[in-house]
């Protein structure tokens, strides 16, 4: 995905208002001392900045995931 320069420009793009957005909200729950909803903004956020900045990663790991869920819920192996 990170080849083509347009894909790169555009999630340079949603990854920097996505920062933005995640620290003006984090530094209000900080402000109102709403410690759950701040770990859990994070922890959130975390796992969405993943997606956005490696995205082949992202796939490969919710590929992993799936393969393992689907072998569970199936029972094969």
């Not at 993943?50 to 199936?74: C, D, H, R």
């Amino acid at each position: 995905m990170g080849d083509n320069g347009l894909v790169s420009w555009v999630l340079s793009i949603v990854g920097s208002l996505f920062g933005a957005v995640l620290a003006v909200r984090g530094f209000g729950h900080w402000m109102k001392k709403e410690w759950g909803a701040l770990i859990t903004h994070i922890v959130g956020g975390a796992a969405v900045a993943v997606m956005i900045f490696t995205p082949n990663q992202a796939v490969a790991i919710l590929k992993f995931v799936g393969g393992k869920l689907a072998t569970i819920f199936t029972g094969t192996s």
